[in-house]
């Protein structure tokens, strides 16, 4: 397993097939994307997750994260967040946040995160904003 930064475009294959395979290939695309670092898991050469970073200030966002179903629940995702989660302290921030899915709550509560009181329904999925104060 290795974890590296990868190109956006790398991403956005991965974010398609996992996230909205069945929406037009850019609707995937962030208007930000050239701004944000992103990053792959790769096991045996595949990339099989990824996760971009945006960092505004003293706050990070990481969106757009995603693991091939095949793999999901065998601990690559968790990896690839304890990556970024190290990577973000090195911009000096205070604060890192994500846009979690209702459903993957309790995933991302194991790293500290916590729900805030907003939340919103995109193509008919909930999503709770979720924070860590660093």
């Avoid at 208007?31 to 200030?57: C, T, Y």
């Avoid at 921030?93 to 500290?112: L, V």
Wanted: charged fraction near 35%.
């Amino acid at each position: 397993m290795q974890i590296t930064k990868i190109k956006k475009e790398k991403a956005w294959m991965l974010r398609h097939e996992v996230m909205w395979p069945d929406e037009d290939f850019d609707y995937i695309k962030l208007k930000d994307d050239d701004a944000g670092i992103h990053f792959g898991l790769f096991k045996e050469n595949m990339l099989i997750s990824v996760v971009s970073l945006f960092v505004d200030k003293d706050e990070a966002q990481f969106r757009k994260f995603a693991t091939l179903k095949s793999e999901q629940g065998k601990g690559y995702g968790s990896r690839l967040l304890e990556a970024v989660l190290e990577e973000a302290k090195t911009y000096d921030i205070k604060r890192i946040w994500c846009n979690a899915r209702k459903n993957k709550e309790s995933f991302y509560q194991r790293f500290g995160l916590v729900r805030t009181c907003s939340s919103f329904v995109k193509n008919d999925e909930s999503y709770v904003i979720m924070e860590k104060y660093v």
